[in-house]
């Protein structure tokens, strides 16, 4: 079974800044990676899937990049509405999900 | 537009059952298999079973395999999850969600609201 481990747990930047989120799986996804954001009281939006390719209707500023067993969702220009959790997640053999990073905008 | 509803929630005795449910509309229900996916109160998310879009290959995570029976309706666009045997550790909000792409279900592309399950005497 993968397991994916997700840093920081908390990332506390200003507005206009850059988040820079990282997921490490413990043996190679290829480039079979998705992200996640979850707000309070809401369900999961998919944001990236394939490692980089946005899902329909995510802003330009959510970026994913890398292959193998590290991966990074980068959010170039953070806004106080980015404030979530990111979740990363793939699927190999069975679904599974990182622990999550929560990203505070203040 | 896509939505998926998701009910049959509520506050269940441990060693209980509960039956979810998860209505569909506005894509090909038959074409994608659908999941489960739940989240403990203040947890992150955990996958627990998913099921194809012909209704004859189902997966479960450890956690929930052997008490929970994950089954569709595809003329009636519903997903179902059976739950049995529940423990205090199921308690969690629970969501149904459309796999993507059709060819090998890696990702979770829409999901519904969610419905809160607790367990607890």
Redesign the interface.
Known sequence: EIVLTQSPATLSLSPGERATLSCRASQSVRSYLAWYQQKPGQAPRLLIYDASTRATGIPARFSGSGSGTDFTLSISSLEPEDSAVYYCQERTNLWTFGQGTKVEVK | EVQLLDSGGGLVQPGGSLRLSCAASGFPFTNYAM?W?RQAPGK????IS?LSGDGTDP?Y?DSVRGRFTISRDNPQNTLSLQMSSLRAEDTAVY?CAITFPTY???????????TLVTVSS
């Open positions: 999941a996916v992150g998310l955990e996958w998913t997966y995570a969501y090998n279900s890696k990702y979770f592309q829409n999901w519904g609201q969610g």
